[in-house]
Structures are given as C-alpha cells and as structure tokens.
C-alpha cells in the first residue's frame, strides 16, 4: 500500500529565510505528486503538482518542489518565506490515471517568526 | 464562482443520530470525495466517486454512506454517530486524474 512520510511535524523559520519541507513516499511505481497548504479554519489548496516530465516543478506563491525518484522524495521549496506562509503543508500521492484516491502525509506545520 | 460549498459548517450530535452532511460543485468536475482530517493523521479517504452513478470506499468508509445522484452533488450519510466519528469531514472534486482536487471549507462535526 501506498504511505507518505513528512517527518517535520512543526518547522520555524524567520521571514526572508529558506524553506525546505520534505516529504518521503513509498509506492510501487511513480504516483502523481502534490503538495497542499491549509490555512487554519479553511480548506486545502493545492500548490503544486508533479505527473511528468521536468522533476523541478513550480507552483503558486513562489514555491517549488523537486521530485526525486532515487530518494522517493518530493520536497517543497521556497527561497524566502513571508509571514503569511505560516500554515500546514501536506504532501499527497496517486496513482497515475487514479489520483481519485489520494493518500496525504500527516502534515508539516509551519510557524513563520517576524 | 462557489467551487465546493459544505454545508453545515459546524455540527454537534449525540451518539446514535444520523444525518447528512452536504457537499456541492458547481465546477462541472467528475470525480468528487470526501475525507476526514483527524489531528496528527493527515487526511483519510472515506468515499469517492469519478462521476454520476458511480461511487466506491475508500480507507475509512465504516460508519459512512454515498451516493452520487448528479454530477454536482455528493452528500456523504452517517448511519448511526459514534464518538469515534467526532472531525473534520472536507469534500473535494476535481476535472479528472491529471488535476488536483479543489476542496470544501469543511465540516467540523462532534459527536457526544
């Protein structure tokens, strides 16, 4: 079966600095990737995806990820983090022609100091 | 454009009531889910469907009930509360495979 491992429970980081938050897969063959952020109270929105092609993706809001099929990783990037990144992250995988059944990491929350 | 709308927002039940929780689209989207988001669990699928007719279990679908009347509903049924059900219940749909999925703002549901 498929899993997803974020082993950051809670990063911070200052504004104006990097960010990385990773995120490992285990899964029999190259799923599709995503990456999502949930502010508090709301829903999720989708960030950035992964199918194909170019292992550097980008997405919304400045961030990227890069898949990394020897490391069965999918890590999220951003160069310079600002006070409204603060949210949780969650990183997701499905099977190609099945994303209907996507399976989510437990989330990387991020608190972001001015 | 109101993209996936989840009605109630919030909810309170005593073990044993049934209800429905409701989950619209108005994005024309084919596949539709719902998930329950418990802390420290990430999200976990209860029931999906890929379109009208169509529906089929996910990882938790115990305690739960689909159905998929029109392409833009998809109301997700508790049979019988259990505390154990006591979340957050997101709907979510999406174009397709190759797209990721737009959620719901959500359902915070207590059961007592």
């Known amino acids: 079966a498929q899993s997803v491992t974020q082993p950051d429970i809670h990063i911070t980081v200052s504004e104006g600095a990097s960010l990385e938050l990773r995120c490992n897969y285990s899964?029999?063959?190259?799923?599709?990737l995503f990456w999502y952020v949930q502010s508090p109270g709301q829903g999720l929105q989708l960030l950035l995806k992964y199918f194909s092609g170019d292992t550097l993706v980008q997405g919304i809001k400045g961030f990227e990820a890069e898949f990394k099929r020897s490391q069965s990783s999918f890590n999220l990037r951003k160069p310079s983090v600002h006070w409204s990144d603060a949210a949780e992250y969650f990183c997701?995988?499905?099977?190609?022609?099945?994303?209907?059944?996507?399976?989510f990491g437990t989330g990387t929350r991020l608190q972001v100091t001015l | 454009n109101a993209g996936v709308t989840q009605t109630p927002k919030f909810q309170v039940l005593k073990t044993g009531q049934s209800m429905t929780l409701q989950c619209a689209q108005d994005m024309n989207h084919e596949y539709m889910s719902w998930y329950r988001q418990d802390p420290g669990m990430g999200l976990r699928l209860i029931h999906y469907?890929?379109?009208?007719?169509?529906?089929d279990q996910g990882e938790v679908p115990n305690g739960y009930n689909v159905s998929r009347s029109t392409t833009e509903d998809f109301p997700l049924r508790l049979l019988s509360a259990a505390p154990s059900q006591t979340s957050v219940y997101f709907c979510?749909?999406?174009?397709?495979?190759?797209?990721?999925?737009?959620f719901g703002s959500g359902t915070r549901l207590t059961v007592v």
């Open positions: 979510a749909s999406s174009d397709g495979p190759n797209y990721g999925y737009t």
């Open positions: 899964y029999g063959a190259t799923p599709y």
């Open positions: 469907s890929v379109g009208a007719g169509i529906t």
């Open positions: 997701a995988v499905g099977p190609r022609g099945g994303a209907s059944k996507l399976t």
